[in-house]
């Protein structure tokens, strides 16, 4: 989650294998051609071997959200693992200190200020990147905002926003990006921070706009990776959903300011309550740079998924429990089937359970 939403004593209901129904839906709106139920179960030969950046040493990163927090976590680690490192960053009292933590290597980093929501200015800063360190391989869509309030009492303006930065502004870095990583045939990556709540909502609610941005990061995340594995596009796709981690996304007012150029906005009447609280929250969370890691990691295996925080597990199997017992105990009409077989399996699923077992069974 970057930040995980209000309610301390967290109990876990997952919400993420809806996701796979909905890319698959997706897939057949694409007009992909019926397969039948043993080819749609089958994994595709040779999917789950590719890593398109697993030396990622000399290569161009570009992380959004990257002055502080999780994006400056992922920026250290690159920039340690060899990379040139672009910050993307909207509030102009964090770059500064942002870019004076590189002691060393400071030719590999440069910062640009780009809002996610400006599609020109995206373009320009890609135009940038290319200009000063030339291909990109890294992608990065990290920025986001995390408000608290409970989705009933979220007024129109603020779900508005939320949904522009945490998923219309990934979508605008994958639109804007992609093709020039493709473009070079290097071999790059994708990864999007999502959260756990983008999986997995809080029990008994709350931050309802967040949690549904969340959600659909995850899903977009998942059909892009089915995309460009269907289409052998030499480009990896990962979804990092992490739970609590020590960042600055409680400070809500002043990222929405930023990002939506709003003088003096005035948060909701518990906010300073609330702020106080995550505050308390987040001192518990995992070190950015801990996550980093990981994220490199998972980037280094093409990893669909990125979890880093394993207290998550139980409520991930209740959720998953809870949906199989959901599935009608009848059965489905052939003219149906017949029509639906591109929508029931995604062979994505199986590659990546069967590489992570066989990793796991070689660690």
């Not at 870095?173 to 999502?194: A, D, L, M, N």
């Amino acid at each position: 989650m970057d930040n995980k939403k209000q309610g301390v004593d967290r109990r876990e209901f997952l919400s993420g294998v809806a996701m796979a129904a909905g890319a698959a839906g997706a897939a057949s709106l694409m007009g992909a051609a019926p397969r039948s139920a043993q080819a749609a179960s089958a994994p595709a030969a040779g999917s789950a071997a590719a890593v398109p950046l697993k030396d990622v040493a000399g290569k161009v990163a570009f992380i959004t959200g990257g002055s502080s927090g999780i994006g400056l976590g992922q920026a250290h680690v690159f920039h340690e693992a060899g990379m040139k490192v672009v910050i993307g960053y909207i509030r102009d009292d964090q770059v500064g200190p942002a870019l004076d933590g590189f002691k060393t290597g400071k030719d590999r980093v440069h910062a640009i200020k780009v809002n996610v929501i400006d599609r020109a200015a995206m373009k320009a800063a890609a135009d940038e990147i290319e200009a000063k360190f030339g291909k990109i391989h890294l992608l990065s869509n990290n920025a986001g905002i995390g408000p608290l309030t409970a989705l009933l009492g979220t007024e129109p303006k603020d779900f508005d926003q939320t949904i522009a930065v945490n998923l219309t502004g990934v979508y605008n870095g994958i639109h804007e990006f992609v093709p020039r990583i493709r473009k070079h045939g290097e071999g790059g990556h994708v990864v999007t921070t999502s959260s756990m709540s983008g999986i997995l909502p809080t029990e008994g609610g709350g931050a309802g706009a967040y949690t549904a941005s969340k959600f659909a990061v995850t899903g977009m995340m998942e059909i892009l990776r089915s995309e460009l594995d269907a289409q052998k596009i030499n480009i990896g796709a990962s979804v990092y959903c992490p739970g609590l981690v020590a960042t600055n996304i409680f400070e809500l007012e002043k990222n929405v300011s930023a990002a939506f150029d709003e003088k003096g906005k005035a948060g909701p009447a518990d906010a300073e309550a609330n702020t106080a609280r995550i505050r308390q929250i987040i001192g518990a969370g995992m070190d950015p740079l801990e996550a980093a890691r990981i994220v490199l990691a998972g980037i280094r295996n093409n990893d669909l998924f990125i979890l880093s925080h394993p207290e998550f597990g139980p409520g991930l199997q209740e959720r998953m429990d809870a949906l199989m017992a959901s599935v009608p105990a009848t059965t489905a009409p052939a003219a149906r089937l017949a029509q639906e077989q591109v929508t029931m399996h995604n062979s994505l699923y199986i590659r990546e359970r069967d590489k992570l077992r066989a990793r796991r069974r070689g660690a």
